[in-house]
């Protein structure tokens, strides 16, 4: 997630964080109620895979609740960046119990292949899981359009599975279909199985997303060539260099050196600093912005030479 997406200010990004952690928990534990009695009545295998799903997906929600509502915290005394980083702390928490689950149903999947059960009553499991899929299909939208004005890794690793929930339930649909009305015993487990690898990967994209912020992974090549265009705008900034990016998930930080004339005055040399901090906080809301005034010409000791570009 780059900086660039987050358009709300901080009240509303706060605010709509909270409705959507809250909604996420309020869909996760509705869905989990309805295919519990639905797997207890169906005996599908399928259906007890995407009820664990829904499961992991109520408990890491409710992680997520507590994780934002803490990154949302200001700075203190002990924390002088901040508290953003709980939310890819909280994104590692969510990839565990997803890949959780997956390793259950892998089992659970396995162990039906040896001691096969038809699915009975499907029709019921069906009509459950089609009211999952449009409940979940409206948490989604809501999550993606929170996630497009706030950023939050938080809220995109939460949506990301609960998208994968849609394919879930729509897979279990089909097996039961298949196990229910044809006797195809055997696509009730295998289907749990190919869910079970879908989630697994799902987890470790999320994983992936994390780390990479508590790693403080660079921007994009193409969003730093940005921020640098935009710096240079100024036609009194001489070069850019030494610039270094991170994202704590909900906030982007950009640190860097333009050189500037060295006869120029200081207070000139400051203005010229403000009003390109100024420039990249408008693409870059709620960032925070470092830039350093260079005399051009004047070598500097450089204790990371690779970074200087």
Known sequence: MTATTQTATMPERTRLAKAATTAAVTVACVLIVAKFFAWMITDSVALLSSLVDSAMDGLASLVNLVAVRGAMQPADREHRFGHDKLEPLATLGQAAFIAGSAAFLTFEAVHRFIDPRPAVQSTIGIGVLVFAILATGALVAFQRYVVQRTGSTAIAADALHYRSDLLVNGSVIVSLLLAGRLGWWWADPLFAFGIAVYILRSAWEIAKGAIDILTDREFPEAERERIKAI????????????????????????????????????????????????????????????VHQDPAGVAEPVAFPERVR
């Not at 998930?249 to 640190?255: L, M, S, V």
């Not at 010229?272 to 901090?277: C, F, G, N, T, V």
């Open 231 to 290: 710096v240079r705008e100024d036609p009194r900034v001489i070069n850019v260099h030494d610039l270094r990016t991170r994202s704590t998930g909900t906030r982007p930080f950009i640190q860097l050196h333009m050189e500037l004339d060295p006869q120029m005055p200081l207070i000139q040399a400051h203005r010229i600093s403000d009003d390109a901090e100024e420039r990249l906080m408008a693409v870059f809301p709620g960032a925070e912005i470092i």
